[in-house]
């Protein structure tokens, strides 16, 4: 199964747009990209998700490279509460889209 | 709307017992997932199941069991608990394959 590497953590300023990157080099054509976020002491929460073209949603925007070897989350502008967890998730592990193999994620911190 | 909900919220198990956790969701979805998250650790999943009475094994099986009677119901089982279960549990649904899962607030378990 294809996995993903992003950095350990990053930080951002607020009400600065916040670039968070995920290398894929493994993905196969039919592998989504998904981004899900985890604040401390919660269950995670959708981000956002994409196949080839690029994806804007009212939380954050997905930019998918041409090759999809890599995709880069982008956050407008980061608030105090977008301090969390990110993770950057192929789906289709054992044949189902559903099924989501996280792994560390990047830790983004927010400084006011 | 509930959303998902998790019973109970903490347990403290002896090594050798056994306890079932449930997951219920109220939004009609037809997937549903079990994922466990050990400390700074992403999560893996467990079980999933894409409908009701289907269930099949996920990335770390091993040592659990599911079943999925009722549509809005999904109930993880430990037979006979390890100290290596101890974790926080997460289950999550979602509609259809791809797109959003909502995750439920989790389960802390302690298996001394």
């Known amino acids: 199964d294809a996995k993903t590497t992003q950095p350990n953590s990053m930080e951002s300023n607020e009400e600065e747009p916040v670039h968070l990157p995920c290398n894929h080099s493994t993905i196969s054509g039919t592998d989504y990209i998904h981004w899900y976020r985890q604040l401390p002491s919660q269950g995670p929460e959708y981000v956002i998700h994409?196949?080839?073209s690029n994806v804007n949603n009212r939380m954050a925007s997905l930019a998918i490279a041409e090759d999809r070897k890599s995709s880069t989350l982008i956050l407008h502008r980061a608030t105090l509460r977008d301090a969390a967890v990110y993770y950057c998730?192929?789906?289709?592990?054992?044949?189902?889209?559903?099924?989501?193999?996280f792994g560390k994620g990047t830790k983004l911190s927010v400084k006011p | 709307n509930a959303g998902v909900t998790q019973t109970p919220k903490f347990r403290v198990l002896k090594t050798g017992q056994s306890m079932t956790l449930l997951c219920a969701q109220d939004?009609?979805?037809?997937?549903m997932y079990w994922y466990r998250q050990d400390p700074g650790m992403g999560l893996r999943l467990i079980h999933y199941s894409v409908g009701e009475g289907t269930t099949a094994k996920g990335e770390v099986p091993d040592g659990y069991n599911v079943s999925r009677l009722k549509k809005q119901n999904f109930l993880l089982g430990l037979e006979s608990a390890a100290p290596s279960q101890t974790s926080v549990y997460f289950c999550?649904?979602?509609?259809?394959?791809?797109?959003?899962?909502?995750f439920g607030p989790g389960t802390r378990l302690t298996v001394t």
């Open positions: 999550a649904s979602s509609y259809r394959d791809i797109g959003e899962q909502y």
């Open positions: 939004m009609n979805h037809e997937y």
């Open positions: 994409g196949l080839t």
């Open positions: 998730i192929l789906s289709g592990y054992g044949g189902s889209q559903g099924n989501l193999i």
